[in-house]
């Protein structure tokens, strides 16, 4: 059987609840789901301090940003039994409070559906080829990526 996988990169929001339904409605395969969903924050990400977030810019290349999710939700379908896969990123200029990131994923049980989440969300966070800029009153600044992120998705390294 062909899993479902959904990708998605997109300025607009999105229903957390209504990506969850439309993945699972109508399924007797589907044991466990399992969502992450990624949300604008106010506060710096490093613990810092100083200004405030007023915005978060998210920037990608198109295809290229998807042939990516692609190639890393299939890794995913093949490394557990997943019965569904949802991956929704926005991108743009999203202020705290607003949805960034969703990730769903489905499965007869709970382990796989665990497991193929933390997966994805951790490519996304240190591999997905996007791009963010923070917006605060004294300025903006491009965010660096953070080691905790790289040690969290080596993880996954295949042996």
């Not at 997109?10 to 992450?36: C, K, N, P």
């Not at 106010?42 to 998807?66: N, Q, W």
């Not at 996304?124 to 965010?143: D, I, M, Q, Y």
């Amino acid at each position: 059987m062909t899993v479902p996988v959904t990708i998605r990169l997109q300025e607009e929001d999105f229903d957390v609840a209504r990506e969850i339904a439309a993945l699972s409605r109508g399924r007797t395969d589907i044991g466990a789901v399992v969502s992450f969903s990624g949300i604008c924050r106010s506060d710096k990400a490093d613990g810092e301090g100083g200004d405030a977030i007023a915005a978060l810019v998210l920037e990608h290349y198109p295809g290229m940003a998807e042939e990516e999710i692609a190639r890393h939700a299939e890794e995913a379908v093949l490394r557990w039994p997943l019965t569904g896969l949802t991956v929704i990123h926005r991108f743009g200029r999203i202020v705290p409070g607003d949805n960034i990131v969703l990730v769903v994923t489905a499965s007869a049980h709970r382990e796989a559906a665990f497991h193929a989440a933390e997966f994805l969300m951790d490519y996304l966070k240190t591999r997905a080829p996007f791009w963010k800029r923070e917006e605060g009153s004294v300025g903006s600044s491009w965010v660096d990526a953070h080691d905790r992120d790289d040690t969290a998705a080596a993880r996954w390294a295949k042996s």
